[in-house]
């Protein structure tokens, strides 16, 4: 590569293709991308930096580390991933990079550490209490003593909906404790009142403390035993009071936990006593919501992303005073478990579409098993659709979903079916 600017992506995650699409197509600064070898995308950066499919820390740190000390000039680094947000801290502050304060960016992998920073600055929350993962059957009822039942109990470092149980009542506590305890490498839990209402997220962009917020996001999601997210809009329809509301506890989110530069996150529950934060995070939302964003006439918060990780002046002021022209919406598909035998609809559906903005996309096969929908990871495909306004998007994206159906059936006794990749390693 030349000595032009270079921009290092450390692991992209699943549902970021714009991202790549349109920072491989900058001529202003040059892609280098740390991935699985095995993920089909890593073609598209001009420096490919392969990793063993276990990607251990150490072999993504030492590839990472090496790719940054060879760029000569102007050089930044970002993630999109929550496990990789401490990597990508080491580093910025290892090159003296811009970015958010380190301790920040490691500290917000805990989602205790952050609940304890909302309860110290008085961002509304629910009531929570912090668990050993390990603790006895007979020593849990007294670790959530003092909250009220429905609980959510989720593992303090996890993402993407993986691990997080709702225990109804006291006699649930061990199915939803035992539920969450595998998806946690520190040991630690998060037992949480459960907060009733509509669910959106607020993306922001932060500069020197300051916080432009760009959209707001409704979701459509599971409300069961699990939580699973099947389905985005932009701009969530929110009334005057409410949206200013949203917009002012996002941001006093933000400033808890000391996040001051950089593409943010936030998730919030709408509920009768106003919005509740559930998390915040650092880094640009998954699920094409920012691809929805966009389509919706809203900024390019990936190429945001790219210049503030740069170093490069972003105008705060425009984006606070930016309105929408249209709607986008995205809805998931999922199917009941079992050998996927038939995929019916989709050219029917992309018969449909209009092209250059919408999009019908299959994560899975026939021939892939698929397993029960217990995590963002579950899904199976996705749609996504425009329209003059929010509602007409929904309307669409929700007809077109309906119209592709998945025909699964078990297993036979001599078939041994491949299992469907994770929607990371997918190439859509």
């Not at 919501?289 to 972003?314: E, N, Q, T």
Request: contains cysteine.
């Amino acid at each position: 590569m030349d000595a032009k600017a270079l921009l290092l992506l450390v692991r992209v995650g699943c549902l970021r293709e714009q991202a790549l699409t349109s920072w491989a197509a900058r001529t202003d600064f040059g892609l280098a991308m740390a991935e699985s070898a095995t993920a089909a995308y890593l073609r598209l950066a001009d420096q490919q930096i392969p990793l063993s499919p276990e990607r251990p820390a150490d072999e993504v740190y030492e590839a990472c580390r090496a790719a940054l000390a060879a760029a000569p000039g102007e050089k930044g680094v970002i993630g999109f991933l929550d496990s990789t947000l401490p990597l990508v801290a080491r580093l910025a502050e290892e090159f003296g990079l811009p970015g958010c304060s380190p301790r920040t960016l490691r500290s917000l992998t805990d989602k205790t550490w952050a609940r304890a920073r909302f309860a110290e600055s008085g961002v509304p929350g629910p009531r929570f209490r912090v668990l050993d993962a390990q603790a006895a059957p007979a020593d849990r009822p007294a670790a959530v003593r003092g909250l009220s039942y429905p609980l959510i109990v989720k593992p303090a470092d996890s993402s993407a909906g993986r691990g997080v149980v709702r225990a109804a009542d006291a006699t649930e506590l061990d199915a939803a404790w035992d539920g969450a305890a595998p998806f946690t490498k520190t040991g630690c839990l998060l037992a949480e009142e459960e907060l009733i209402g509509e669910e959106i997220s607020v993306e922001t962009v932060t500069v020197a403390g300051r916080t432009a917020v760009v959209a707001c996001t409704e979701k459509s999601s599971t409300r069961g035993d699990v939580f699973v997210e099947l389905g985005q809009a932009v701009p969530a329809r929110l009334g005057g009071a409410l949206g200013g509301q949203v917009r002012e506890i996002a941001a006093a989110a933000l400033k808890a936990v000391g996040y001051d530069h950089g593409v943010a996150h936030t998730e919030m529950i709408l509920t009768a006593d106003g919005p509740r934060i559930i998390e915040v995070n650092p880094r640009p939302a998954g699920d094409c919501i920012l691809d929805l964003v966009r389509l919706a006439g809203g900024a390019d918060v990936y190429g945001i992303a790219a210049d503030l990780a740069l170093g490069r002046p972003v105008d705060l002021d425009a984006l606070d005073q930016a309105v929408f022209t249209g709607g986008a919406a995205i809805r998931f598909l999922t199917a009941e478990p079992g050998v996927v035998r038939r995929v019916d609809g989709v050219a029917e559906v992309s018969a449909q579409l209009d092209h250059a903005r919408e999009r019908v996309v299959l994560l899975t096969r026939p021939g892939d098993v698929v397993e029960p929908v217990t995590s963002n990871l579950h899904r199976l495909g996705y749609v996504v659709a425009v329209g003059d306004d929010t509602a007409r998007a929904v309307e669409r994206a929700d007809r077109l979903a309906a119209l592709i159906s998945f025909s699964t059936s078990p297993a036979g006794p001599d078939e041994s079916p491949a299992r469907r990749l994770p929607s990371s390693e997918c190439w859509t």
